[in-house]
């Protein structure tokens, strides 16, 4: 009766650690992969390409307008 018992807690610790460690390890590689996420939205942001900005003639053509280096604001 007393052996059963022992075995029966031992099944049940042996149980409780394997999904222990399984949840750790699942809780390790989501963590991994927020963080990568977030190095990664933070490369986008830093990294942004020069916008480009268009403008079309009355024949249809396109032209590609160059960036300004100061702002056009009136007074």
Do not use: C
Request: net charge positive.
């Amino acid at each position: 009766m007393i052996a059963r018992r022992h075995q029966r807690a031992d099944l049940q610790s042996i149980f409780y650690r394997n999904q222990y460690r399984k949840f750790l390890r699942w809780l390790v590689a989501a963590i991994f992969f927020i963080l990568l996420l977030i190095i990664i939205i933070i490369y986008l942001i830093i990294f942004q390409p020069t916008r480009q900005y268009y403008a079309s003639t009355t024949e249809g053509k396109i032209l590609l307008m160059p960036l300004q280096q100061q702002r056009n604001i009136q007074q």
